[in-house]
């Protein structure tokens, strides 16, 4: 049923990573059929003025808010065009990528959770946050989020201007005086009770898994770095405290990560995606050991 959602831009999430996934082993046109509604739901999304998909609906807070995360589906999108020849969906997604490098970033690589548009300009209105600490900290998750959209992107369009982005962006996080020992983020870098405040395993797993990709895009120093970065950060998800023994857990493998700490939810808990892309993060790892 979430094909034909046409109020969330997560489709990328929701069903890419699922029947995305299930189509890509088994080819199974049932799964096809699906992603093919799913990816014109989520076009359905993109603002022609102001060049992107619209992340939630219009609200008091925001007429056309965009948010980092929102970087994640566009994986969706470029895969429509592979799958299909129309080109559209390559054209919103790259749009829509060269305006969230124009307008979430600070001069030091660090994002913006959320970037708020006029429809009829199409300019900026507002940067602001609402998962993170403040408008003005660098929420951990987010800047995974933009690490992995960004060297996906690279991936599916070869833009050297992506590329360079995404190298920028784990440069700021590594380079960063806050970045823990054991590679695990703190959900906010920017959290006023570091070291003391919570970890999030979710954006460490997102980042770790990036980082492994990343890698193959570099040369030199900078692909050893990134690859180091990203082992010591699996090798950290897959020990205590973060990682959890068998049956225990509600069966999920990370403890540790923080959903939206602002508003009390899923604060030092598991969740989904830190487990999925903490095994795309063990996988892309099996595929290098294994050469």
């Not at 109020?7 to 890419?16: A, K």
């Not at 951990?140 to 590329?163: C, D, H, P, V």
Request: hydrophobic share 35%.
């Amino acid at each position: 049923r979430e094909a034909e959602n046409r109020s969330t831009h997560d489709l990328g999430f929701m069903l890419y990573n699922s029947f995305g996934n299930g189509y890509r082993l088994t080819k199974n046109p049932e799964y096809r059929a699906i992603l093919l509604k799913g990816a014109a739901s989520l076009a359905s999304r993109y603002h022609p003025r102001v060049g992107c998909i619209q992340s939630w609906d219009a609200s008091d807070l925001w007429d056309f808010p965009v948010i980092i995360d929102n970087m994640m589906n566009l994986e969706y999108l470029f895969w429509a065009t592979q799958e299909t020849g129309d080109s559209s969906y390559y054209h919103m997604a790259v749009s829509h990528a060269d305006r969230t490098l124009e307008n979430h970033f600070r001069p030091d690589y660090s994002s913006f959770h959320v970037v708020t548009y006029d429809t009829l300009s199409g300019d900026v209105l507002s940067r602001q946050t609402h998962q993170g600490y403040a408008d003005s900290s660098a929420w951990s998750r987010g800047q995974a989020w933009g690490l992995y959209g960004f060297t996906m992107a690279y991936r599916e369009t070869k833009y050297e201007r992506y590329l360079q982005q995404a190298q920028q962006i784990a440069d700021y996080l590594l380079d960063h005086p806050r970045f823990p020992e054991d590679g695990i983020l703190y959900w906010d870098l920017d959290a006023p009770d570091i070291p003391d405040a919570e970890r999030d395993a979710s954006a460490a797993a997102v980042m770790g898994a990036a980082l492994v990709e990343l890698s193959h895009y570099s040369d030199g120093a900078g692909r050893d770095r990134y690859l180091e970065a990203a082992e010591k950060i699996v090798a950290s998800l897959s020990e205590p405290p973060y990682h959890a023994g068998i049956g225990e857990n509600g069966n999920f493998l990370l403890k540790h990560s923080v959903g939206a700490k602002p508003f009390g939810g899923e604060v030092d808990v598991p969740l989904v995606y830190a487990d999925y892309y903490y095994l795309e993060a063990l996988t892309r790892l099996k595929e290098i050991y294994d050469q």
